[in-house]
């Protein structure tokens, strides 16, 4: 049986190609042909495909893309991340208490660095990178880097 393709493009890792096949019941329908899948349509699709094939291209996001995407931390990833700038979260709240005024706010703000994770978007994170002036950069880097140990 023949089935037709369409919208033919290399998944990430080349090995596989992923496409649309027009089902006979359900129309349009995303399938990932594979040179090796246990059933021949779906060799004979890779098959059909090889030559035609679009290049994979990885996605381009943005930095507040890549940030949205970015893991929680832990607590100790995340503190462990700071001690490697030399921060800790003395200096954190000290910064905190110098430049905002005795309110509700800051003492959220406090409480918020108890939490046992952290998210990259954090409006509390965001607000003390800033307030600690390290550039949003260098803390994505300083987040990769914290999810690995």
Not at 81 to 87: F, K, L, M, T, V
Not at 133 to 138: G, R
């Amino acid at each position: 049986m023949t089935m037709n393709f369409k919208n033919a493009v290399f998944c990430a890792e080349n090995a596989k190609i992923d496409m649309e096949i027009e089902h006979p019941i359900y129309g349009w329908i995303p399938f990932t042909a594979d040179p090796n899948d246990v059933e021949q349509h779906g060799r004979d699709l890779y098959a059909a495909a090889l030559a035609s094939a679009l290049p994979y291209v990885a996605p381009v996001y943005t930095p507040e893309q890549r940030r949205s995407m970015m893991p929680a931390l832990s607590a100790r990833q995340f503190w462990m991340a700071a001690a490697n700038i030399d921060i800790d979260k003395d200096v954190i709240i000290d910064a905190i208490k110098a430049e905002m005024p005795d309110s509700v706010d800051r003492k959220m703000m406090i409480a918020e660095l108890e939490s046992g994770s952290f998210e990259r978007l954090n409006p509390t994170i965001i607000d003390v990178m800033q307030l600690m002036e390290i550039p949003a950069e260098q803390v994505d880097d300083l987040w990769v880097w914290a999810t690995g140990i």
